[in-house]
T-cell receptor, first 111, second 113 residues
Framework: EDQVTQSPEALRLQEGESSSLNCSYT??????LFWYRQDPGKGPEFLFT???AGEEKEKERLKATLTKKESFLHITAPKPEDSATYLC????????????FGSGTQLTVLP | DVKVTQSSRYLVKRTGEKVFLECVQD?????MFWYRQDPGLGLRLIYF???????EKGDIPEGYSVSREKKERFSLILESASTNQTSMYLC????????????FGPGTRLLVL
């Protein structure tokens, strides 16, 4: 069974304090790993897709990396507007239509 | 720019009412999904559809049904709403190509009294 575990559940940072969020996964044949950002009361907003170990993607203060067992979302010098819940999801070869989601990391960046 | 829209942002219904939630995507995607999201439980898949008139049960289909008469539109139906169906409902769509991005709508927050 495909599994996605995100840690920590919640993270509080001071503005400018860099950190990383973790997404560990167990799947039978990874087709893609996806990162989303979700603001309270809104739908998830797509951030990145990673396909193979060693791949990296960047967008502003965010950088996503992928290994064979986990992905990290690195946040460099975060700002209060980066506060949100970050969701990780995987698509496995055996579940071509569905994504398996983690439970998310709630990030709070304090000014 | 990709777009998934949902018919309502907020809904208040009474127990026993029939509730329709509608989702429309403009990206010609084959796959469409309905999830509910509750605090501490994460995203849970209710139903999905991979083609017009085709549907498959997700993890929590009980108490729900769906309809997909046109490719761009996917409806979630609560035949007789109950208080435990109070939740945030999210629609999503994706192409049939493995590894392609799944896009979400803005969500409908449903309160059943």
């Amino acid at each position: 069974e495909d599994q996605v575990t995100q840690s920590p559940e919640a993270l509080r940072l001071q503005e400018g304090e860099s950190s990383s969020l973790n997404c560990s996964y167990t799947v039978s044949g990874l087709r893609g790993l996806f990162w989303y950002r979700q603001d309270p009361g809104k739908g998830p907003e797509f951030l990145f897709t990673l396909y193979s170990a060693g791949e990296e993607k960047e967008k502003e203060r965010l950088k996503a990396t992928l290994t064979k067992k986990e992905s990290f979302l690195h946040i460099t010098a975060p700002k209060p507007e980066d506060s949100a819940t970050y969701l990780c999801a995987v698509q496995a070869a055996g579940s071509a239509r569905q994504l398996t989601f983690g439970s998310g990391t709630q990030l709070t960046v304090l000014p | 720019d990709v777009k998934v829209t949902q018919s309502s942002r907020y809904l208040v219904k009474r127990t026993g009412e029939k509730v329709f939630l509608e989702c429309v995507q403009d990206m010609d995607h084959e796959n469409m999904f309905w999830y509910r999201q509750d605090p501490g439980l994460g995203l849970r898949l209710i139903y999905f559809s991979y083609d017009v008139k085709m549907k498959e049960k997700g993890d929590i289909p009980e108490g729900y049904s769906v309809s997909r008469e046109k490719k761009e539109r996917f409806s979630l139906i609560l035949e007789s709403a109950s208080t435990n169906q109070t939740s945030m409902y999210l629609c999503a769509s994706r192409t049939g190509v493995p590894g392609e991005t799944q896009y979400f709508g803005p969500g409908t927050r449903l309160l059943v009294l």
